[in-house]
């Protein structure tokens, strides 16, 4: 299993890490070296591209070109044709209710009712 990166959240491939000294308040980025990882934060490319130190630290960025690519993001898939549904009201109305049976097929377009004009 390869390494990821430790932010929340976060489940890409560990790009870069992170080393820090406190006491000096300097901050270290480097290319992802899975042999020393001791005491280093590992970021995907992403979050090493967008980190930012605390005020009065000093930042080091000493990576070379990425080596591990962020993967490409994964295609949507097609949508499922549009059904097409022909709903008739008239459908919903049983013989238990001619008077609304009947006033649904006179609004009807083409039934001959007041719809059709």
Known sequence: MSARCVRPDCDLPAAAQLSADFTMREGWLRNV???????????????????TLP???VFHDERGPHLVPEPEPESEPEPPPPVERHY?????????MPLLSRAFRAAMPGAGGQGSQ
Request: charged share 30%; net charge negative; aromatic share 10%.
């Open 33 to 51: 070296d899975l042999e020393h990882p001791y005491h280093d934060y590992l970021l995907c490319a992403r979050h090493a591209d967008t980190l």
């Open 55 to 57: 005020i009065n630290w």
């Open 88 to 96: 008739d009201p008239a459908d919903e109305v049983d013989e238990s």
